[in-house]
């Protein structure tokens, strides 16, 4: 089982590590910072610095079969490490926390607009959330000025975890029709907006909604009968 750090510590960006195994996948490491694909985020991409000073470059990260499983994606044509070799494992970290404030972002959304999550994707940037609402209660503007209101007004952003048995009785902490929350475990990862949002979800966030900076919406589309999708970016 792999040692999830960005788990615990969204901002650490990078971490010693040991290689446990390689295949044509990728490589497998008995800790990392890196995020693998999922909810919407993309895998965060970065280096593998090996003692010799050679580097490897990573393109993506994404989960393997097993629980808590990441294969580094090294670039094509890379010599993979041999298992049990020594390295430091470091993200792009500017790309990541672009990652994690629109993410953050993304969950302010969903706090402003009522209605099921049908959709979502994080982008470099840019993020969008597709909703099961009448395309009439979509006020572009109203929207933006209450989001940006409520990033303006410093909430504090943490983790925190509820056991599968009492998920079972708070439907509510699921947001999302598309992707549900992985149960099996024993527990699953919430992620709390303080006083605003409490949804389940196990990407990386920042720690304060002040961090994210302002933002716009481009535009609100509609994809089906009553599937609305907002279109947002960084305004600066």
Same mark, same amino acid.
């Given at each position: ?9 969204a901002y650490a960006r990078g971490c010693a590590a040991r290689v446990i195994a390689t295949d044509e996948r990728g490589i497998r490491l008995d800790r990392t910072v890196f995020y693998p694909t999922g909810g919407g985020q993309p895998g965060d991409t970065g280096s593998l610095r ?47 926390? *672009?990652?994690? *404030?629109?993410?953050? &972002?993304?969950?302010?959304? &969903?706090?402003?607009?009522? /209605?099921?999550?049908?959709? /979502?994707?994080?982008?470099? /940037? %840019? ?20 989001? +940006? ?39 699953? %990862? ?10 389940? &979800? ?9 961090? +994210? ?11 089906? *009968?009553?599937? %609305?999708?907002? +279109? ?5």
């Amino acid at each position: 089982m792999t040692v999830l750090v960005f788990r615990d510590d969204a901002y650490a960006r990078g971490c010693a590590a040991r290689v446990i195994a390689t295949d044509e996948r990728g490589i497998r490491l008995d800790r990392t910072v890196f995020y693998p694909t999922g909810g919407g985020q993309p895998g965060d991409t970065g280096s593998l610095r090996l003692a010799s000073g050679e580097t490897i470059a990573i393109v993506d990260a994404v989960k393997g079969d097993a629980a808590d499983e990441v294969i580094h994606v090294p670039a094509p044509g890379t010599p993979l490490p041999s298992p049990g070799t020594e390295l430091t494992a470091e993200i792009d970290w500017e790309r990541r926390y *672009r990652l994690m *404030r629109m993410h953050s &972002c993304l969950h302010l959304l &969903c706090a402003v607009v009522p /209605g099921a999550v049908t959709g /979502g994707q994080v982008s470099d /940037g %840019r993020g969008r959330l597709d909703f099961d609402v009448p395309g009439a209660s979509l006020d572009k503007e109203a929207i933006a000025a209450e989001l +940006n209101a409520l990033i303006a007004a410093g909430h504090e952003v943490t983790p925190r975890w509820i056991t599968d048995a009492e998920l079972e009785t708070r439907p509510e902490l699921v947001r999302t029709m598309s992707v549900k929350p992985p149960v099996g475990a024993g527990r699953v %990862r919430l992620m709390e907006v303080a006083g605003i949002d409490l949804k389940t &979800c196990g990407g990386t966030h920042i720690r304060n909604t002040a961090e +994210n900076g302002p933002i716009k919406i481009n535009k609100t589309e509609n994809k089906g *009968r009553q599937n %609305r999708r907002i +279109n947002l970016q960084f305004a600066e």
